[in-house]
C-alpha cells in the first residue's frame, strides 16, 4: 500500500496521519510506504527549471525569480544558511508586492538577527512567487492549500466534477508527473489519499483520476480528516468515479480489513465505517462484531514511522517576527498524539460527537516516551509537537516525570485548557522537562459566554494559568472566538480589552480570532435552540459535503467588520502595536444595525 498526504499542506514537518497508519500496518504484516507529495511538489514548482519552461519570456518571474529561486529554497531548508547575509542586503532578491509594507526590521529582529531577517525576507519572496503562479499558471495554487476555496462547504460535488474535467494546468502535470515516479518505484496494489482539510481534496482527487485512467489495477481510497468531518451522510456516486472506497475516523482497522477484502481473506459487507458505490447508490459498510475490533486500544498503537519521507524537503518560513506564530511554520517537529480524543469533550461549538473528539483514550506515560524515545532515533530530531486537541493534565505530568526520569533532552510543545492545575509548580515542571510553548482557547474571553459554551474554564482562571506558564518561560497561544449567538457587542469589546491586557502584561505572545461556525457535529449545532440561533433550510441534506450550518442570529452589528477588527488589533498586539490603546477605540467606525 502507497499512503499519500496530497498537496498542499505545512511546509515544515510532515503532517502525522500517514507515519501512524505505516507503523501500524507494517506491524500487522501489511507492509507500506509513504510519500508527502505536497512538500515535493513546492520542491518541484520553486525551481528554475520549473518556472523556466513555464513562464513565458518577458515575465518578470524570468527577470528576477529564476535566478535566485534556487538559492533561496535551499536557504529554507535550512542547507545553506550563509545566504542570509546576502538576503538581508535587500538589493539580491526581487521584491514584490509583500516588501511594500514591511515594518521596521531593525525594531523586530535586532541588529544581530541576521538569519532570522532573512527567513522573513525569504519567506516574502516565496509568498510573492506563489502569487504570481496562482495567477499565470494555476489558480488553485496557494503555498499550504490547493483549491480550498472550491472544496470548502461544496455542497455538490458539481464545481468539483468541472475542475476535475479541465485541462491539467503546469502545477498539475507537476504533481501527476511526481505520482507516477512513486508508482513505478513502489508499484502499490493500493493507493490511500490522507485529506485532512478542504486544501487538498482536489489534489487527491486529480491523483486518483490520473491513477483510475493510467494505473486501472490500483486500487484507490481516501480518509482522513476532511472526510471525517464532512462526509457523515455522503449521497454523492460521483465521487467513486475517482476512489473506490472513502473510510472514516481512524484509519487504521477500515485499512485493514480493506486489505484483507482485497487480498481475498475477507468478504465486502464486513469492512469497517467505508463507503463504496453499489449499484450505482453510494453504500456505507461498518460491520461491528465482538470477535473483530472497531478501534485499536491507544496503549498498543506502534510509535508513528517516519521513514521514507524526505526530511531534507521541509521548509522552515516565517512571516511574522513573533517566536509563538513561528512555531508553527519554523524548524521541523515530531508530531505526536499523546492520547485520543479529548478529555473534556463539552465544548458547544467543538466537533465533540466525533469520535476524534469525543472518544477518549490515553496510554501510559511510560508508552508516550517510549515512542519519543523511537520517533527521535528515527528523526534525529528532538523537538515535538503534540497535536492532540487538549492534552490531559495528569498524563502529561507523568510523562514530565518519565522525560525527566529517563534523562531526555527534548522541547515540545501543544495544546492544553487553561485549567487551575497549571500553577506555579506544575508549570515549572513543564519547562524543566522541554515544554517550550502551549496553545490554549480562550475563545470568547467573556464569564457569561464562556459558561454558556460550556467551556470549563473563566477569564480568570486563564490569565492565572497564562501568568503561570509565562512564569516558567513558556509560550503562551491562544485561540479566540466571535460571533456566538447572544454575543453582544460590549461582550466583543471586552473581549478584546482582556486579550489586549494579556499581552501588555506578557502573559500571552500571541492569539488568533475563529468565527464561531455551527456545525452538525457540535452540541450547539445538535440543539440551536438552547443557543437562540434558528436554523437555516434542513440539516444534513446536502448530497455531498454536510457540515456547517447557516443559522440566523441577529447580532445587531456587521460580524465581518468586528471580525476584521479584532483581527488587525491582535496582529498589532503580536508586533508590540497598539498597547497602551483601549480596546473600545478600534470599534469607534462600527456601526450597529439596532
Ligand atoms: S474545544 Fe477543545 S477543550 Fe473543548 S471539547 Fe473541543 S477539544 Fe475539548
Redesign the pocket.
Given at each position: 500500500m502507497l499512503l499519500i498526504t496530497p498537496p498542499l499542506t505545512q511546509l515544515n514537518t510532515p503532517y502525522p496521519a500517514t507515519t501512524q497508519l505505516k507503523s501500524f500496518l507494517d506491524s500487522m504484516g501489511h507492509p507500506s510506504e509513504q510519500v508527502d507529495l505536497g512538500i515535493e511538489l513546492v520542491n518541484s514548482v520553486f525551481t528554475s527549471s520549473f518556472l523556466e519552461s513555464t513562464f513565458p519570456l518577458g515575465h518578470p518571474v524570468r527577470s528576477g525569480y529564476i535566478g535566485t529561486v534556487d538559492s533561496v529554497m535551499r536557504f529554507l531548508r535550512g542547507d545553506d544558511p550563509s545566504l542570509a547575509v546576502r538576503i538581508c542586503s535587500r538589493t539580491f532578491l526581487p521584491e514584490g508586492k509583500r516588501f511594500a509594507d514591511i515594518d521596521d526590521l531593525e525594531w523586530s529582529f535586532g541588529a544581530s538577527g541576521v538569519e532570522d531577517k532573512a527567513r522573513y525576507l525569504a519567506t516574502l519572496y516565496i509568498e510573492d512567487l506563489a502569487d504570481y503562479v496562482r495567477q499565470d499558471l494555476d489558480p488553485n495554487f496557494e503555498l499550504i492549500r490547493y483549491a480550498e476555496h472550491i472544496c470548502t462547504y461544496a455542497e455538490t460535488f458539481d464545481d468539483i466534477a468541472l475542475w476535475l474535467e479541465k485541462p491539467l494546468t503546469p502545477v498539475e502535470s507537476e504533481m501527476l508527473r511526481l505520482l507516477d515516479s512513486h508508482l513505478h518505484n513502489h508499484r502499490p496494489s493500493v493507493v490511500a489519499f490522507t485529506v485532512p482539510f478542504p486544501g487538498c481534496l482536489l489534489a487527491a482527487l486529480r491523483c486518483s483520476q490520473h491513477i483510475k485512467s493510467n494505473y486501472p489495477d490500483i486500487v484507490v481510497c481516501l480518509g482522513g480528516g476532511f472526510p471525517n468531518t464532512e462526509w457523515r451522510r455522503l449521497r454523492e456516486p460521483r465521487l467513486f468515479d475517482y476512489v473506490d472506497y472513502v473510510t472514516l475516523d481512524d484509519g487504521e482497522l477500515p485499512l485493514l480489513r480493506l486489505l484483507k477484502h482485497i487480498g481475498g481473506e475477507l468478504p465486502a459487507d464486513k469492512l469497517l465505517r467505508t463507503y463504496c458505490r453499489h449499484d450505482g447508490e453510494v453504500r456505507y459498510i461498518s460491520y461491528e462484531h465482538p470477535d473483530m475490533p472497531v478501534q485499536v486500544v491507544n496503549d498498543r498503537l506502534p510509535a508513528p514511522d517516519f521513514s521514507g519521507l524526505p526530511f531534507g524537503l521541509y521548509l522552515s518560513t516565517a512571516d511574522i517576527a513573533n517566536p509563538m506564530q513561528r512555531l508553527w511554520s519554523c524548524g521541523r517537529w515530531n508530531k505526536l498524539m499523546m492520547a485520543h480524543g479529548?478529555?473534556?469533550?463539552?465544548?458547544a461549538?467543538?466537533?465533540?460527537s466525533l469520535d476524534y473528539?469525543g472518544r477518549y483514550d490515553a496510554p501510559r506515560a511510560t508508552t508516550v516516551v517510549d515512542r519519543m524515545e523511537r520517533v527521535m532515533r528515527q528523526t534525529s530530531c528532538s523537538g515535538f509537537h503534540f497535536v492532540d486537541?487538549?492534552l490531559p493534565p495528569k498524563l502529561l505530568r507523568e510523562v514530565c516525570e518519565e522525560i525527566l526520569r529517563r534523562r531526555l533532552v527534548v522541547s515540545f510543545w501543544g495544546?492544553i485548557?487553561f485549567e487551575k492545575v497549571y500553577d506555579a509548580s506544575f508549570c515549572s515542571l513543564l519547562a524543566s522537562a522541554g515544554c517550550i510553548a502551549v496553545s490554549g482557547?480562550l475563545e470568547v474571553a467573556s464569564d457569561r459566554l464562556l459558561k454558556m459554551i460550556g467551556?470549563g474554564v473563566s477569564v480568570r482562571q486563564t490569565i492565572d494559568a497564562a501568568r503561570n506558564f509565562r512564569d516558567a518561560g513558556i509560550l503562551v497561544h491562544t485561540y479566540l472566538m466571535y460571533g456566538f449567538p447572544t454575543e453582544t457587542l460590549d461582550e466583543t469589546i471586552g473581549a478584546l480589552e482582556n486579550v489586549r491586557q494579556m499581552f501588555d502584561e506578557g502573559i500571552v505572545q500571541s492569539a488568533f480570532w475563529h468565527r464561531y461556525a455551527m456545525t452538525v457535529h457540535s452540541p450547539s449545532g445538535r440543539a440551536p435552540q438552547n443557543y437562540s440561533a434558528v436554523v437555516r433550510g434542513v440539516i444534513g441534506k446536502n448530497p455531498f459535503c454536510n457540515n456547517e450550518i447557516p443559522f440566523d442570529y441577529n447580532f445587531g452589528y456587521d460580524l465581518d467588520a468586528v471580525g476584521d477588527i479584532l483581527r488587525i488589533a491582535t496582529y498589532n498586539y503580536m508586533n508590540g502595536l497598539g498597547l497602551d490603546m483601549p480596546a473600545r477605540k478600534w470599534f469607534k467606525n462600527l456601526k450597529t444595525t439596532f
Open positions: 479529548c478529555y473534556w469533550a463539552k465544548c461549538f467543538c466537533d465533540t473528539i486537541e487538549a495544546n485548557r482557547g467551556k
